[in-house]
C-alpha cells in the first residue's frame, strides 16, 4: 500500500509540474517542464549521493578503522541480501543517521558519533536495519527526485508571480487559474513531498525491523534518538532540502512539532508502536 502511494504521488507531483509548465506557455512550456522534470531524475541518479554525503562531510571508515560499526553494517546487508555500502561516520553530537546512493550497489550509511554514544548495539542495529531498507527500497532515489521536483514547482509558481505565463494557443491563460497555480501549486508540491517521505519511513521501519530481527530495537532506538531529537539542538549544517533523509528530523529542535501533515517524518510515537505490535506479531521480546 506504502509503494502504490508513493507511486500516486509521483505523478501527481509531475502532473502538478507539467500543468505549471502549460500555465507559463502553453503546449510549448508543458514540454519543457517535462524535459526539466527528466533531466533532474538523471542529474539526482547520478549525483544525489555525493552531494548528500559531502554536505554533512561524511568521512567514509574502513573495518580497521571502526570495526564494530563497519561489521554491524556488513552483518545486517547479509541479512538483506543487499552489497556492502560504504560506511561513513558524521561528527556531530546529535544522534541520527541516514542512507544514500542511487541504488544498493552504489549506497552509503552514514552515522553521526552522537547516534553511536547514544545507543548501544541492539537498537544501533534497528537504526542501521532501517536505513538498509531505505537502500534496498530504493527511497533515497525517489525521496531526491521528489525534493527536486517541489523545488522547481515552488520556483515555477514564484516566475509565473513576477513575468505571468501566457498560453501559446489563440486565447491566454485563464488569469483565475493562473493566481491559484501561483498560490496553490507550490502548497500541493510540498505537501505532496512530505506525504512521500512519511510513507517511506514507515516502509523502512516495518522492512528494517526485519532486516535486524526484532522490531523492538528500532524502537527503542527511536525513543532516545526522538528524545535527543526534542530536547537538545538541532543539527548543525542540517537542511530542509535533506530533512527527509535522516531516521529522525534534524530540524526539530526544541519545542514541539508541526502538525503530521507539514512533516517530513510520521509522529515518532506511531512509529513505535507499529514495531512494538509488529514485534507482537513476530512473537519477539
Known amino acids: 500500500m506504502n509503494n502504490l502511494k508513493t507511486l500516486m504521488l509521483m505523478v501527481l507531483m509531475a502532473a502538478i509540474m507539467m500543468f505549471i509548465g502549460g500555465m507559463l506557455g502553453g503546449k510549448t512550456g508543458l514540454m519543457f517542464m517535462l524535459m526539466i522534470s527528466l533531466g533532474m531524475n538523471f542529474f539526482s541518479y547520478w549525483f544525489s549521493d555525493s552531494m548528500v554525503l559531502k554536505a554533512y562531510n561524511a568521512q567514509e571508515v574502513t573495518r580497521e578503522e571502526a570495526p564494530q560499526l563497519y561489521g554491524l553494517v556488513e552483518r545486517l546487508a ?9 560506511v561513513c561516520i558524521i561528527n556531530s553530537d546529535v544522534p541520527n543517521a541516514f542512507a544514500t546512493g542511487r541504488n544498493p550497489d552504489h549506497a552509503a550509511v552514514a552515522v553521526t558519533t552522537g547516534i553511536m554514544n547514544a545507543l548501544d548495539y541492539n537498537e544501533l542495529s534497528g537504526v542501521i536495519g532501517h536505513e538498509l531498507a531505505h537502500v534496498k527500497n530504493r527511497d533515497i532515489l525517489t525521496s531526491t527526485i521528489a525534493a527536486m521536483m517541489a523545488t522547481v514547482i515552488t520556483y515555477a509558481a514564484q ?34 513531498q512530505m506525504a512521500i ?58 519545542g514541539k512539532t508541526l502538525a503530521n501533515l507539514f512533516s517530513t517524518h ?19 521480546g
Request: proline residues 8%.
Open 159 to 192: 516566475f509565473m508571480a513576477f513575468f505571468g505565463g501566457r498560453s501559446d494557443d489563440e486565447e491566454s491563460s485563464n488569469p483565475l487559474a493562473a493566481v491559484a497555480t501561483i498560490i496553490l501549486a507550490p502548497i500541493a508540491a510540498m505537501l505532496i
Open 197 to 254: 517521505s512519511r510513507s517511506r519511513e514507515y516502509e523502512a521501519d516495518h522492512d528494517g525491523a526485519e532486516i535486524c530481527g526484532n522490531p523492538n530495537f528500532l524502537a527503542d532506538g527511536l525513543e532516545k534518538i526522538e528524545y535527543y531529537a526534542t530536547h537538545a539542538r538541532p543539527m548543525q549544517d542540517a537542511s530542509p532540502a535533506t530533512a527527509h533523509m535522516f531516521i529522525i528530523n534534524p530540524l526539530k529542535g526544541a
Open 78 to 86: 547479509g541479512n538483506a541480501n543487499l552489497p556492502m555500502p560504504k
Open 266 to 284: 510520521p509522529d515518532t510515537s506511531e512509529r513505535i508502536a507499529l514495531l512494538r505490535q509488529q514485534a507482537r506479531d513476530m512473537r519477539v
